[in-house]
T-cell receptor
Framework: ETGVTQSPTHLIKTRGQQVTLRCSSQ?????VSWYQQALGQGPQFIFQ???????GRGNFPPRFSGLQFPNYSSELNVNALELDDSALYLC?????????????FGPGTRLTVT | GQSLEQPSEVTAVEGAIVQINCTYQ??????LSWYQQHDGGAPTFLSY????GLEETGRFSSFLSRSDSYGYLLLQELQMKDSASYFC?????????????FGKGTKLSVIP
């Protein structure tokens, strides 16, 4: 059974640019959530996707957007990057019927904005 | 608003028992989860309490009191590999979905 994978592992972008991060959910998991984790902090919920629809959003501006595909993989897009967007971006998938309490996290993408 | 409070750091001796507390304030509360994260690694699920009481999984136990908005994670027979950050996370309902809200984490250092 393949776990949650994310790409790329590291990324350096310039302020104002746009970035796309990718996530493949664990086999059989139909719900994907994205989190931002700043250094020394807990993960902050960005949004969740279920059946290709956004199904809940945290306190993040509209320049953070996402997609979920029929195979349940997902993308996180961030436009107009700001220095404060530098963080570890985590993707987590959940199996059907479990709600969101047990989530399986990927290794994350470390984004640095200069 | 929502808030979760947990100690920022805890140090304990190998073989000992340590308890990490978590208090929360949130609307739409469903349950409390605990996650472990080693430096440079991804969070991994440890336990979940949807009802009051104690849940035990091997060396780890977790407790919830909904009336006190309080929970804790208990780690027994501490091992060096338990050195990591531990996060409590509230499962809450909001805008038609269930969401996880994480605390800031407790950094546990296990010393010989």
């Amino acid at each position: 059974e393949t776990g949650v994978t994310q790409s790329p592992t590291h990324l350096i972008k310039t302020r104002g640019q746009q970035v796309t991060l990718r996530c493949s959910s664990q086999s059989g998991h139909n719900t994907v959530s994205w989190y931002q984790q700043a250094l020394g902090q807990g993960p902050q919920f960005i949004f969740q996707y279920y059946r290709e629809e956004e199904n809940g959003r945290g306190n993040f501006p509209p320049r953070f957007s996402g997609l979920q595909f029929p195979n349940y993989s997902s993308e996180l897009n961030v436009n107009a990057l700001e220095l404060d967007d530098s963080a570890l971006y985590l993707c987590a998938s959940s199996p059907p019927g479990q709600g969101s309490y047990e989530q399986y996290f990927g290794p994350g993408t470390r984004l640095t904005v200069t | 608003g929502q808030s979760l409070e947990q100690p920022s750091e805890v140090t304990a001796v190998e073989g000992a028992i340590v308890q990490i507390n978590c208090t929360y304030q949130t609307s739409g509360f469903y349950g409390l989860s605990w996650y472990q994260q080693h430096d440079g690694g991804a969070p991994t699920f440890l336990s979940y309490n949807g009802l009051d009481g104690l849940e035990e999984t091997g060396r780890f136990s977790s407790f919830l009191s909904r009336s006190d908005s309080y929970g804790y994670l208990l780690l027994q027979e501490l091992q060096m590999k338990d050195s990591a950050s531990y996060f409590c996370a509230v499962k809450r309902s909001g805008a038609g979905s269930y969401q996880l809200t994480f605390g800031k984490g407790t950094k546990l250092s296990v010393i010989p």
